[in-house]
């Protein structure tokens, strides 16, 4: 069993910052790429950014310089240090953790639950 848990959305006004964390724990060989994603309503789930086991990120456009994504491999940990915040940001944001439950398996994605950012004044 894999359990994926995501904690520090919240309530922010615009220009704010917020900081989200995203821990896996259970049956876990290894953990490849983690990443976030946000839905807002009415739209389509959308990457928001990734990064590798080696330390390689990824971002949208609309995130970039403003959102930074980092790791931490002993903790199982992902998190996402957003800044500037904008209310088109608000949305709900998933982790998404590509793992191997144990040696020789196949790697299988992940989500967590998700956790509510809204960024209004």
């Known amino acids: 069993q894999v359990q994926v848990v995501e904690s520090g959305g919240g309530l922010v006004q615009p220009g704010g910052s917020l900081r989200l964390s995203c821990a896996a724990s259970g049956s876990i060989f290894s953990i490849y790429a983690m990443r976030w994603y946000r839905q807002a309503l009415g739209k389509q789930r959308e990457l928001v950014a990734g990064i590798t086991s080696g330390g390689t990120t990824n971002y949208a456009d609309s995130v970039k310089g403003r959102f930074t994504i980092s790791r931490d491999n002993a903790k199982n940990t992902v998190y996402l240090q957003m800044n500037s915040l904008k209310p088109e940001d608000t949305a709900r944001y998933y982790c998404?953790?590509?793992?191997?439950?144990?040696?020789?398996?196949?790697?299988?994605?992940?989500w967590g639950q998700g956790t509510q950012v809204t960024v209004s004044s």
């Open positions: 998404n953790v590509d793992l191997q439950s144990a040696r020789g398996t196949i790697p299988y994605d992940y």
